[in-house]
């Protein structure tokens, strides 16, 4: 081992828990697909949800997909790092998966709402935290109205839900404004290739 790498292995964090957050329509989505593409130490924990599949949807590859009978018998188990309710619908975290995920050695990326975020933070103090903005509130609006996957009504709660998430901003740690995509994706990068080098100031476990 060479002196960088017994350095690195006592004090930096080597396997990162990332939350990303930010309104429906705002682009989550494409960034976190186009993130983990880009990177093979990063991967997806796949959430769980009440709602039902989109088209296109695949249970276990986009959300495990549960009745609400099954997700409140989870979370009677203890099974979710962190749950919410969003948008009238439940969805969670499963501890399980993120712990897997670390275990391979890779970033877990947790793409979960501005509550769920709030609760990794306070149970996962490490947990980096990142806010995707829209440039506006009229652009989101345009977006999801381009998405077409949604009701009218749908939209409409989640323009009103945006405003209120857009008030958590100061509980994230990095602020990014998706107003290209690939700007974003650079400045998500570039995060994650800073807090790689940051150095722990919590003891490691021996
Ligand atoms: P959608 O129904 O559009 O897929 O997701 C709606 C919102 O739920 C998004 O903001 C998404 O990030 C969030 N979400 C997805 N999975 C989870 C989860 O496990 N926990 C929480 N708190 N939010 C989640």
Not at 106 to 112: G, Q, R, S
Not at 146 to 163: C, F, H, M, P
């Amino acid at each position: 081992m060479t002196n960088r790498n017994f350095a690195a292995s006592v004090y930096l964090q080597n396997e990162l828990a990332i939350v990303i957050s930010g309104p429906s329509g705002v682009g989550k989505g494409t960034l976190v697909n186009l993130l983990i593409e880009a990177n093979s130490s990063i991967a997806k924990v796949i959430t769980c949800t009440t709602r039902a599949p989109r088209d296109g949807e695949i249970n276990g590859v986009n959300y495990h997909f549960k009745t609400i009978q099954e997700f409140y018998q989870m979370i009677q188990s203890g099974e979710f790092l962190e749950y919410a309710e969003v948008h009238g619908k439940m969805y969670g975290t499963p501890l399980q998966d993120v712990n897997k995920i670390k275990g391979l050695g890779k970033d877990a990326l947790l793409e979960i709402d501005v509550q769920g975020g709030v609760c990794v933070k306070e149970k996962l103090p490490d947990a980096i935290m990142i806010f995707i903005a829209p440039p506006s509130i009229d652009e989101l609006e345009r977006r999801l109205q381009g998405r077409a996957t949604d009701s009218e009504e749908t939209i409409a709660l989640r323009i009103k839900n945006a405003v209120g998430e857009i008030e958590y901003i100061p509980k994230y740690d990095y602020l990014v404004v998706n107003a290209d995509i690939n700007t974003a994706l650079e400045e998500i990068q570039a995060i994650l290739h800073a807090e790689h080098l940051k150095i722990r100031k919590t003891k490691p476990c021996p």
